[in-house]
């Protein structure tokens, strides 16, 4: 289908697991973003992609790793999962250029026990 | 799908009337700013931006006004419908830069 997806939509972790957040888009956008959701801080923004094998840190990256070998897919990876990073992870994707319309998948909601 | 924010402000309008959704923003160097929905169990829809040379702009049943003077953006809904009903999100975006930041959101609650 097209559009942008995301997987798995909710997880569970133990503390101190690696687990990763898929990201897949299909309409060949330039930027990617990763954004976590939590109550009273709105979205906010842990990395983003520019291209291919181009990532850049955005407002929260600590103890997140992100890669883009492919332009449409755009994982996250929480190395040793923290119940701090209990959250809702959103992916969005955008055209041309990052000031402009992003296009959100469904979200994922990981809980970190 | 997922979302957040059962403890947001909440704006309850009756149907057919116009709703105002207002957001103060914090950074005077900000040159573009978004409104979102986030509809329950889904991720945020993009409604309408603004750029800072500009004070007000129109999109189908939505106008969003920015006044850089005090740092106010608002979003004004004519003719509220129960498809209304959702969180609103604005974002600022500092220099044309990377980092979108988000307020913290308001949910428009739509009585019939």
């Known amino acids: 289908d097209a559009g942008i997806t995301q997987s798995p939509r909710y997880k569970i972790t133990e503390t101190g697991r690696q687990v990763t957040l898929m990201c897949h888009q299909t309409?060949?956008?330039?930027?990617m973003f990763w954004y976590r959701q939590d109550l009273g801080h709105g979205l906010r923004l842990i990395y983003y992609s520019a291209a291919a094998d181009i990532t850049d840190k955005g407002e929260v990256p600590d103890g997140y790793v992100v890669s883009r070998s492919k332009t449409e897919n755009f994982p996250l990876t929480l190395e040793s999962a923290t119940r701090s990073q209990t959250s809702v992870y959103f992916c969005?994707?955008?055209?041309?250029?990052?000031?402009?319309?992003?296009?959100f998948g469904p979200g994922t909601r990981l809980t970190v026990t | 799908g997922e979302s957040v924010g059962l403890h947001l402000p909440t704006l309850s309008v009756q149907e057919g009337d116009n709703s105002i959704i207002n957001c103060a923003y914090s950074?005077?160097?900000?040159?573009?700013f978004i409104w979102y929905k986030q509809e329950s169990g889904k991720g945020p829809q993009f409604i309408i931006d603004i750029r800072s040379n500009m004070d007000k702009r129109q999109g189908q049943r939505v106008t969003v006004l920015l006044n850089k003077t005090v740092k106010h953006l608002s979003l004004q809904i004519a003719a509220t419908q129960p498809g209304d009903s959702a969180v609103y999100f604005c974002a600022e975006i500092p220099n044309y830069g990377q980092n979108f930041v988000f307020g913290p959101g308001t949910r428009l609650s739509v009585l019939p």
């Open positions: 969005a994707s955008s055209e041309v250029t990052v000031v402009s319309e992003q296009y």
């Open positions: 950074n005077s160097a900000s040159d573009y």
């Open positions: 309409w060949s956008h330039s930027y």
